[in-house]
Structure formats: structure tokens, C-alpha cells
Nanobody, 128 residues
């Protein structure tokens, strides 16, 4: 499975942004898709995940209510909508997909080790 993330850029605080991640290749093997981010000088952190079969979602507490993850099965694409952007949202955003983990519950979704495929990342920079 290959993942291509896009949609990042330089945006003003308070605005919205939508990131996209297109999956190609053996897409039938991607079961859970997630978004992670890594800010400068910080470790990568989990943002959100979606179970592809049920479309159920899970979010990190830090983004709950501002971020929305969704998927379009026909387009093999997962989206991350960010509302009310904050400077602390500045990071490289990565999409990822699992092969072995078919469905995740709660904190399972946040565990990076579950994810077998990773995209190249898209930079989001929020100006204040």
C-alpha cells in the first residue's frame, strides 16, 4: 500500500484546513487509517484514526472537537479536517495504514507500531 498525503501549507490561525491521503496498491489490506503529526523538536504523536470497515473514529484528546477524520471508500482517500487552527498545530502530518490490525478500539488506534504503511507527510504551518 502506498500513501500520498497532501493539503498542507501556510495558513492563518483560526482558519480551516483539509488534508487528504490517497491510498494505492493493495488497498484491500488497509484496515485502519490514521493521522499522526510531528512538530519541530517533538516526538510524533497520534491525531486521529478511522476503522475502514465501520468508519468508526477515534481522536487524541488534544484535538477532540477540532479535528474530523473521514474516509471515502470509492476514492480510497482519508481526510483530516482541522478547524480553528492554532500555531501549536504546526507540524508535519503523516497518514498511515494498518495491515494486521483489522479494527482498533480506543488507545489501540493511537499506537504507531500497529501501522504498517506510512505516507511521506505534508507540512502544516500555522501563523499567528
Amino acid at each position: 500500500v502506498q500513501l500520498q498525503a497532501s493539503g498542507g501549507g501556510l495558513v492563518q490561525a483560526g482558519g480551516p484546513l483539509r488534508l487528504s491521503c490517497v491510498a494505492s496498491g493493495r488497498t484491500s489490506t488497509r484496515n485502519v487509517m490514521g493521522w499522526f503529526r510531528q512538530a519541530p523538536g517533538k516526538e510524533r504523536e497520534f491525531v486521529a484514526a478511522i476503522n475502514w470497515g465501520s468508519m468508526s473514529t477515534y481522536y487524541a484528546d488534544s484535538v477532540q472537537g477540532r479535528f474530523t477524520i473521514s474516509g471515502d471508500n470509492d476514492k480510497n482517500t482519508v481526510y483530516l479536517e482541522i478547524h480553528s487552527l492554532k500555531p501549536e498545530d504546526t507540524a508535519v502530518y503523516y497518514c498511515a495504514a494498518t495491515a494486521g490490525l483489522v479494527h482498533c478500539l480506543a488507545m489501540e488506534c493511537a499506537r504507531a507500531a500497529w501501522y504498517d504503511y506510512w505516507g511521506q507527510g505534508t507540512q502544516v504551518t500555522v501563523s499567528s
